[in-house]
């Protein structure tokens, strides 16, 4: 099959070419192979979801963790006295994310 084109830039001038065929070839896989293919694949982007997930939980734990301690510094500063308590609603936290992180 032959087609004419022209360029945008040149009007008069056609550009031919010829079409050899319109259809990929095949690959050369067996309905087996690419069925162990198409499986394997779907397995890669399971674990890759899995993994992505779970660097977002830890990435928000460690925010968190960050931000709570934080927090927890600038009320020491202003009641010394929960110190040891703000202290420890830090540490429960850090234990709770933890324990998500692994169950993960």
């Known amino acids: 099959m032959r087609r004419i ?3 945008p830039a040149n009007q008069d001038m056609p550009v031919t070419g010829e ?5 990929p070839a095949r690959r050369g ?3 087996r192979g690419e069925t162990a293919l198409g499986t394997m694949v779907e397995k890669a982007l399971i674990a890759a979801g899995y993994d992505h ?13 960050g931000a709570l301690s934080c927090m927890a510094a600038r009320l020491s500063n202003i009641d010394s006295e929960g110190t040891e ?10 234990r709770s994310a933890v324990q998500r992180i692994e169950g993960w």
């Open 85 to 94: 308590h703000y202290r420890e609603i830090v540490a429960a936290y850090v």
């Open 5 to 7: 084109n022209y360029e």
């Open 29 to 31: 896989f067996s309905r």
């Open 53 to 65: 997930c779970q660097a977002l939980l830890t990435k928000a734990a460690l925010e968190h963790t």
């Open 19 to 23: 079409i050899l065929d319109m259809v």
